[in-house]
Structure formats: C-alpha cells, structure tokens
C-alpha cells in the first residue's frame, strides 16, 4: 500500500531519483551488458576456433599417416610427429572405448567433415590431463594391417591468443566508453542541476543573471529565465509600488483622524481613536517594509559588522549588549543585513527582555548571534514563525507590540539576497537567532565550456 499510495513498484523504490543518475545507470546497464555479449561471443569464437584447429589437424595426420602405411613407410610415427602432434604406432589403443566424449563430440564430426573417408574407420578420442592443468587431445585410429595409430594434439584447453587480445582490447574499449558515456551525461546533466537550484533560489526572491552561453538550448534556457526574472521582478515591483500608494494615501486620512482625537473631550474615546492611528500607521510601515524586502535592490559592498550591529542595535540603547571577540570585515549586502538585525533585535527586546548580539566566526566567514532570555520558541514552531503575521499566544499577547512581520521580513531579506537565518535553542532559556551573511555570487551559466 505505501509504494502505491507514492505511485511506484516497491521494487523501483531502489532506483536513484535524479535524471541523470538514472541516465548513467541505464547507460553502464546497457555497456556491461554489451560487454558480456561480446566477451561470450569472443568464447564461442575461441571454443570452436580451438576445436576446428585441433580437428583439421588431426584429420590430415589421419589421412597422411593412413597412406603412408598402406604404401610400407616404416617410420610413420617419426615423419608425422610434430612440435603440437605426438604420434606412434603400437598394437593396442591409446584410447580403448569408443565412446566419445560429450565435449569431443563436436571435434569428431569436425574431423570427419574434413576428411570424410575416415568415417568408416574405428576412431577413439579422449582427454589427458597434465600436472600443470592442461588438456591434450589424444585418440586411436585402426589401421588397414590392424594396428592402432595413437596420437595426441597439445593444448587443447589453451585458447587462442587472437581471441584472447581482441577480448582485452573490447573490455579496455568498452570501460573507455563507459567512462566517457558517463562523464558526458555528468555534464549533460549540469545545466538541469543548476537550472533546479536557480528555480529554488528565484522561488526565495533571489536575483541571478543567467550568462547566455554554450549550446542553442541552454541560449535560449538562459534567456527564457532571465525574461521570466524581469517579468517577477516588474510584477513585484507593481505591486510594492500599489502598496506604496494605497499607505500613502491612507496616512492623509489617518494623519486626520490623529488630528481630531485632539478634539474629542472623552479622554478614554480619545486615547482609543489616536492609539488605533497610530496602531493603523505602525501596521503600514510594517507591510511597507515586509513587500520592500521582495524587490529591494542593493550592491555589495566591504562591510564592517562592528560597526554594522552598533548602528542596528543604537535605537535601543543599553537594552542591546554586544560581544564581538574580533574585528569581522566582509563583503556583503550592509543595507539588508542591518534591516535583519534589527528586526531580530527588536523582536529579542519586546519578548525577551534585551538582547545580546555576538558576531562570531562561522568556517571562513562570519555570523551574528542574536540571544534573548524571554520564554523562546519550541523547536516545532521554528518554521511558522517565518510565516507573515504568525504569533504565540503564549509568548505574544496582543499588548505587546508587534505586528509578525519583523523575523518574515528578515527571512525574505535573507533568502532574496542568498544569506540564512537560523533559530536555535539558547542555552540557558529564551531564542537564539543566528544570521549568516550573503555572499554576492557571480554571473550563473547553464554551460561551462
């Protein structure tokens, strides 16, 4: 049931998920399989080049040997023997059945086929086995005057060394070809690889230039995003700009309402009217600044973070401890980073108390750690919290100020401009929020070459 309620055999579960994994899996498939057809293929060549070698041979030392004793030659044995060929002449057979066989079967059709007036006589063949391992040919033919002429062909288990070099030379070739196969697709795949992490990181708000480089495909891959980026980011802008003027023109009457709470005489109705403007103006800034952070534009720039958290951190004086054991100079993007931080700070202020900002070394870079002691945030709610507008009953009552837009819009600045923002436990009680700085990149190309 679990592999269907996914849409896949269970069995297929093992395959690798990514295209080009699979691409090279098929493709090794398909060259070992080719492999193995022709090193079996190169077996039967050798088993039944052997065998035909081995038979002609033994079927002209046959025919000759026969003649030559029908003709009174005495020395048959010492003419005939050769550097593979043993024979001699006796009275009794080498090979006493005649029952050849299964493996030599194909070997005594061979003979006769070469020689076919031996098929009426009375041929034996058999196998001898040498202390190193290795099989001769031996067999018995009755001559005309009743002897028996023995023989025995050398190496019949050796194969042939054409076979054996054309075998070395396909796998060596075919492991090449594996390697190149699948390097190839590596490459091939590159462009799709980074095509999925730049889908990811335009998804977050990020701005990359696709260089329109390499095949026609990728051009035309590359362009297409780079359009497409154009087309959100106008469309962001719209509607950061439809904002822009809807709270512009909300403030006029708001800045009225303000005005005239001056001039009701109920002090309560009056503190309710100018407490709600001022609630309604601190909401617009908040929305103005959390759409801001979408399609905000900046250049990076030689950033000391010292000084940076110092300017984010003045507003709420002595609220705000810093701990900086060095001196952290880096490139980076100073207007987001310090709207981040001090979002951070001043939601570490308002539900914790104060905060403590310490900037410390993170691998070859930097981070900045923002801790408060107020009642922090479970591990499971982590996630929500970057959430426009989410709030914890239990941390954040209405009266405490606030709209839920402070850490999203550190989050959105963070993941459009490729920095992070990370929540962990602090160790002691209350939230420790931890900001890892964007790094410009470079100009990104689906093809490299």
Known sequence: MESARHGLPGRLRLLPRRLVPVAILVFLTLGVVQLVASVLFYHAIDTETVRQDHARRVAELLVVADRLESRGMLDVASIMTTEHLAVELGSRPIVTTDEVPARLVPVRDAILAWEPA???????LGLLQTESRTEHLIGSIELADGNWLNFRSAGFSAGWPVVLRATVMTVLLALAALLAGALFLKGLGRPLRLLA??????????????????????????????????RIGRLIGDQARAFEAISHDLRTPLGRVTLASDMVKDEDIRAIIAGSSREMVALLDSLRGFLRAQHMECEP??????????????????????????????TTYREPLQI????????????????????????????????????????????????PFFRIDDARARNVSGFGLGIPTA???MQRFGGRLLFEENRGGGLRAVLYPPAPPGPTALFAG
Not at 118 to 124: K, Q, S, T, Y
Not at 216 to 225: L, P, Y
Not at 310 to 321: E, F, L, M, N, S
Not at 360 to 378: F, K, L, Q, S, T
Request: with cysteine; proline share 4%.
């Open 197 to 230: 992490d730049a889908s990811e990181r335009i998804g977050e708000g990020a701005q990359l230039e696709f260089e329109v480089k390499g095949p026609a495909d990728v051009q035309r891959v590359s362009r297409a995003f780079n359009d497409m980026q154009s």
């Open 301 to 330: 720039e030689q950033v000391d973070l010292q000084q940076l958290v110092r300017t984010a951190a003045a507003p709420w004086g002595d609220k705000v401890k810093i701990r900086a054991e060095d001196e952290g100079h880096l």
């Open 118 to 124: 031996l098929a009426n006589r009375a041929l034996h």
């Open 340 to 387: 981040a931080l001090a979002a951070l700070i001043d939601n570490a202020v308002n539900f914790g108390g104060g905060a403590l900002v310490a900037i410390e070394p993170a691998g070859r870079g930097w981070c900045i750690a923002v801790m408060d002691r107020g009642p922090g945030i479970p591990a499971h709610l982590h996630h929500l919290i970057l959430d």
């Open 411 to 413: 989050h959105r600045l």
